[in-house]
């Protein structure tokens, strides 16, 4: 080989090194490129969802609260239609006093004193 050819090869050979260095390097600044990106969509995600969570537990909290007062609003008129109910198989008075009240019967001679509702805010 002349010393042409071989000074050529080297100039050839030498790109090919920069070539090969520079796409190693390359290869390095996307893979940590890709790992920063990565990392950053890893902590705004969370922080991201964070409101959305904070409003679904106020929802739930409103919704426990609802149903709680719907259960005591349920209990209480399960404790009264028992109440009543035991009144009526003990006392038949009762019973009686129920059915004139409901049906606006009255005895004769009796004086019956009817009591509009109280509205309020209305005077």
Known sequence: MSRKETDKLRKLYVRHQRLRNRNAQMNTVNRLAFCLLVIALCAILPV???????????????????????????????????????????????????????LKWSKPGERILVFPEYVSGVK
């Open 48 to 102: 991201t969802a964070l409101p959305s969570l904070s409003q679904s537990d106020e929802l739930e909290e409103s919704y426990n609260t609802v149903w709680q007062e719907k259960l005591r609003i349920a209990a209480e008129a399960k404790d009264s239609a028992d109440r009543e109910h035991r009144a009526i198989q003990q006392d038949p008075r009762y019973l009686e006093i129920k059915a004139r009240e409901r």
